[in-house]
């Protein structure tokens, strides 16, 4: 079983928490955890949202839950956020050379792609999960074509998606939806914890 098999068992949502507080942060990370939701992941575009990060992994380690680390493009982030105890790293684009880094660091690696010379590319190194960015700007039916030449993928949507649309791309072959300020949404939580029932294991490649 692979590192991200591990940590998507049994999940079709993950919680991308960008631009908040420490504080806030850790308070979304805890209402996911609580609706059934254990992958987090905390962006990091900016050296100010460090700080959301740390706060994030160590309320994860207090509940066993891996926390990683997303917009991770450069060498330097990779040592910031190995550094604050990242569980794993995300980046918006596909560059191997920060996923072979990251997974020496023992992160492993969800990068980005948008089409299938990516996904091709992603999947020649060794990549069997990745996320597709902006997954809204691309719509259900992208996922639903690229599926056929790549069937062994597994793919988490991300970029624009709540509980309102996120059964489309579920439906549409992803195995993971990703949503964030859709945790604020008080009107969308029940939706969220009913999708994080629907099944008690995702089904993927390995």
Known sequence: MTEFQNIFQGQRLMA????FS????VTLATTAWDLGISAVEVPVQTEDALPSLRAVIA???ERGRTVGAGTVISAAQLDAVSRAGAGFTVAPGLDLDIADRSAERGMPHLPGVATPTELQ???AHGLTWVKVFPAAVLGPSWFTAVRGPFPAVNMVATGGLSATNAAEYLDAGVQV???GSALRDPAQLSRLAELTRQSSSVGVSA
């Open 16 to 19: 991308i928490l960008r631009g």
């Open 22 to 25: 420490p504080a806030v942060s």
């Open 59 to 61: 309320a994860g380690r």
């Open 121 to 123: 590319q992603a999947t």
């Open 177 to 179: 939806v990703a949503v």
